[in-house]
C-alpha cells in the first residue's frame, strides 16, 4: 500500500480523499494556488506544496508543476480527484513515465472514452444502446443542415471533449443550429483546447441516469447502484440521488451490464461513472463514460456502505476488490444537494466574495457535509462556484428527502449569494416529490425564473410573526403581555398582535390566530419553533428594524414597526423605480470574452450581444427588446464586477421602448 498520495485537487474533493486516506493510514499532500493559500484542503493535508498563481492553467492544470511536487513531497501516487488533470490522458501516462502511480484508469482508457466520437463507436461494438446521431465532428455549412435534417429536430450539439455541460446547447431549427455549433464550438475550445462538436437527437423529457462501475487489474468489472442527476441548471447537476424512481430492477440490471460491457471493451480500471439517458418509459440509452470519481459519489456510497474513495485507492494499489456482483447489495435512499456561491432570481449567476458566516448542519448518520471551505474562506472567481455537498440517507425517498430539507433548514451561509433557499423549493416541489423528473424540470416549473416569495401558504404566517417575535424579544420585556405591532410586506402594512404563551407564544395576523412553540434565543441566527406541532428552522438575519427570513424555499424581507411609527411610513411618498432597461449590465464578476455587436446596430430582441466567462461557464447576454447600440461602454478581454455597464441602447418610444 502507498505511504504518501499527492492529491491533485482542491476544495472538497481534496477534503474527501485526504479522509478516506487518512482511514487508511496513509500521509496525504495537497498542492494550491496563491488564490487558496490557507485553504481547508491545505491545512487538512499533512503537507501542502504551492504550485503558482491563481489561474488554474497556471497551478492546478500544470503537469509539470504537479509532477515536481509531488517530487518534492515523495509521494509514491497522485489522487487526481474530478475536474481539471482527473481525465487527461496525457497526465497519466506521463505519471507512467515518472513512475508515479495514477490513481485512476490507463491513459489508454481515458483516451478512448475522452472523445466522444469516438466512446460512442465503442460504446456500439461493445452493444451498448446508443442515441441516434451523427458519429463525427460536424461544421457550420450546408452539409451539417443536411445532417440535421436526416436525424430531425430537435437536436442536441455536444463537445467531443470535456463535460460538465460545457460546448452543450440544444437546437429546434436551422437557426439555432448554425448560432448552436459557432457557441458551442467556442467554448469547447476555450474549456478543452478541443472545438470539435458533433450532434445527436434530442430525446424529449429525458432523464439524466448515470451507473457507478468499479474495475481491478484483476478482470473483475461490478456495477453499483444507478443514480439519477436530471434536477439540472445550464446542464449542471445540481441535486442527485440513488437509486432513480424510474427504473425497475430489470432495467437497472441491464443498465449495470452494459456500463461493464463497456469497461471492458476498454479495459477500464478504477472507478468509472457510464451515463445514459432516458426516457420516461427506462428506455435509456448512452451518452458517455466519465473516467473518474463523480461529484455525486456519496449517494452511491450511503447506499452501498463502499468507500468508492478507498476502492479507488486499492485498486491503484494493484488490490482485487473484495466483492462479487451478487455481494452487492442496494439499502435505503440518498440524496445530494450541490451548494453553489450564485443567485437562482438572477439566473443562478455566480457569486464571489467571503463567506462571513459559515455554519453547516449537524452530521449525523443520515446527514453528511462534504465541504471545503470554513467560516472566513473566499469564494474566488477562479474556481467552479461550488461550496459544499449536502448528502442524506433514509430508509426510503420520502425519508430521504425530509432529512435534507432539515438540514437544509439549518444551514447558514452569508457574504454570498447562494442557492439554499432554492434547493429547498425543488425539494418540496409536488412534481419532484412524484419522483416525475427530467432534465428540463427547471424551465418547466420555473418558466420565468425563480422568485422565493411566500405566497399564500402557511409560510406567510409564519415567517412575518417569527420578525415580530424576534423583534419583540430584544426591545421589550418578554412577559409584558400581548403587544401591538405593524409588519410591513411587499409594500402593504398588516397589524400584528404577539401575547406570550407558556411554552412560546400566541399571534394573531390577517385576522388568524397562530399558537407558535418556541424557548427561541434572539442571539441564535435561526428560529427553531413548531408550528402545528411541525418543527421549523427559520433563518433569521436582522438589520435594525428589518428582517430577511427564509424557510422552505420561501423568502421574505419584512420591517417591524410600531402602530405609530408605521403611520408616518405610509405617508411617506414611494420613490419610482430606476429605469435600467437601457442598459446591458454584467450580471455577475467576470471577464468580456467578446462583444457581437458595435455602437449605431439596430438588435432585435434575443439576439446574442456579448460573452461574459465567469467561474469556467461562458454567459451569453442577449438583448431583452428591440433597440439601436447607442454606445459600448467595455472592451473585450475587460474584466467586469456585477451590475457594470456594458452598453447603452436608445429605441424608439412607438416600439415600446
Known amino acids: 500500500m502507498f505511504k504518501k498520495i499527492l492529491i491533485a485537487n482542491r476544495g472538497e474533493i481534496a477534503c474527501r480523499i485526504i479522509r478516506s486516506a487518512r482511514e487508511m493510514a496513509i500521509s496525504t499532500v495537497a498542492v494550491y494556488s496563491d488564490a487558496d493559500d490557507g485553504a481547508l484542503h491545505m491545512r487538512e493535508a499533512d503537507e501542502a506544496v504551492a504550485i503558482g498563481p491563481p489561474a488554474a492553467s497556471e497551478s492546478y492544470l500544470d503537469i509539470d508543476k504537479i509532477v515536481a511536487a509531488a517530487r518534492t513531497a515523495g509521494a509514491d501516487a497522485i ?5 481539471f488533470l482527473s481525465e487527461n490522458a496525457s497526465f497519466a501516462k506521463r505519471l507512467v513515465e515518472e513512475n508515479i502511480i495514477f490513481i485512476g484508469p490507463p491513459a489508454s482508457a481515458i483516451a478512448a472514452m475522452g472523445d466522444k466520437i469516438a466512446a460512442k463507436k465503442i460504446a456500439e461494438k461493445a452493444g451498448v444502446t446508443t442515441i441516434p446521431g451523427h458519429a463525427d465532428a460536424i461544421e457550420v455549412g450546408p452539409e451539417a443542415n443536411k445532417i440535421a435534417e436526416k436525424i430531425g429536430y430537435p437536436l442536441m450539439i455536444k463537445a467531443a471533449a470535456g463535460g460538465g455541460g460545457k460546448g452543450m446547447r440544444i437546437a429546434n431549427s436551422p437557426e439555432m443550429l448554425l448560432e448552436g455549433i459557432e457557441s458551442a464550438t467556442h467554448e469547447a475550445t476555450q474549456s478543452f483546447g478541443d472545438g470539435r462538436v ?13 451507473m457507478q462501475i468499479l474495475a481491478d487489474s484483476h478482470g473483475n468489472v461490478l456495477h453499483l447502484a444507478e443514480r439519477e442527476c436530471s ?19 430489470a432495467q437497472r440490471y441491464d443498465m449495470g451490464e452494459q456500463a461493464c460491457a463497456l469497461a471492458r471493451e476498454v479495459d477500464y480500471i478504477s472507478a468509472g461513472t457510464v451515463e ?4 420516461q418509459q427506462g428506455n435509456f440509452y448512452f451518452l458517455e463514460m466519465n473516467t473518474r470519481l463523480q461529484v455525486e459519489h456519496p449517494v452511491t456510497e450511503y447506499i452501498t456502505g463502499i468507500d468508492l474513495v478507498a476502492q479507488q485507492i486499492r485498486v491503484a494499489a494493484g488490490e482485487k476488490l473484495p466483492l462479487a456482483q451478487a455481494e452487492i447489495k442496494r439499502n435505503g435512499w440518498s440524496l445530494e444537494c450541490r451548494l453553489y456561491a450564485e443567485d437562482p432570481v438572477r439566473g443562478f449567476m455566480p457569486s464571489i466574495g467571503r463567506l462571513v458566516r459559515y455554519r453547516e448542519p449537524e ?85 420565468d425564473g425563480f422568485a422565493p416569495t411566500a405566497g399564500e401558504s402557511e409560510l406567510a404566517v409564519l415567517l412575518p410573526i417569527a420578525a415580530v417575535i424576534q423583534h419583540r424579544l430584544t426591545t421589550r420585556r418578554v412577559d409584558a403581555g400581548a403587544m401591538e405591532f405593524v409588519v410591513s410586506l411587499d409594500d402593504n402594512f398588516y397589524p400584528v398582535s404577539v401575547a406570550p404563551l407558556k411554552n412560546g407564544f400566541s399571534a394573531k395576523w390577517k385576522g388568524e390566530e397562530v399558537d407558535i412553540e418556541s424557548d427561541w434565543d434572539p442571539a441564535k441566527t435561526f428560529f427553531y419553533a413548531r408550528l402545528d406541532g411541525r418543527p421549523v428552522s427559520v433563518q433569521v438575519a436582522r438589520f435594525g428594524s428589518n428582517f430577511k427570513l427564509s424557510w422552505r424555499g420561501a423568502e421574505v ?51 446574442a450581444l456579448a460573452v461574459v466567462d465567469a467561474m469556467k461557464m461562458e454567459n451569453v447576454l442577449r438583448a431583452e427588446r428591440d433597440g439601436v447600440i447607442s454606445s459600448i461602454k467595455v472592451s473585450q478581454g475587460d474584466s467586469l464586477t456585477v451590475d457594470q455597464v456594458i452598453m447603452e441602447f436608445s429605441c424608439d418610444p412607438e416600439n415600446g421602448c
Open 79 to 83: 489522487h487526481p480527484g474530478y475536474g
Open 198 to 210: 458533433f450532434i445527436e437527437k434530442f430525446i424529449e423529457e429525458p432523464r439524466h441516469i448515470e
Open 231 to 249: 434536477i439540472q441548471r445550464r446542464h449542471q447537476k445540481i441535486i442527485e440521488e440513488a437509486p432513480s424512481p424510474l427504473l425497475s430492477d
Open 276 to 279: 445514459f439517458v432516458a426516457d
Open 363 to 447: 452530521s449525523s448518520e443520515s446527514v453528511r457535509v462534504d465541504s471545503g471551505v470554513s467560516e472566513g474562506d473566499e469564494i474566488s472567481m477562479y474556481y467552479d462556484p461550488m461550496i459544499a455537498k449536502l448528502i442524506t440517507y433514509g430508509a426510503d425517498r420520502e425519508s430521504a428527502t425530509t432529512a435534507m430539507l432539515e438540514a437544509l433548514d439549518n444551514y447558514r451561509i452569508e457574504g454570498v449569494q447562494h442557492n439554499l433557499t432554492f434547493l429547498s423549493a425543488v425539494l418540496g416541489h409536488p412534481r419532484f416529490r412524484e419522483g416525475h423528473l427530467s432534465t428540463a424540470f427547471l424551465e418547466e416549473e420555473f418558466p
Open 557 to 607: 424581507d419584512v420591517r417591524v414597526l410600531s402602530p405609530r411609527a408605521a403611520e408616518l411610513a405610509a405617508q411617506i411618498p414611494k420613490r419610482e423605480p430606476i429605469d435600467l432597461s437601457r442598459f446591458l449590465l454584467s450580471p455577475m464578476p467576470g471577464l468580456l470574452v467578446s462583444l457581437a455587436v458595435e455602437e449605431g446596430e439596430e438588435v432585435r430582441a434575443g439576439q
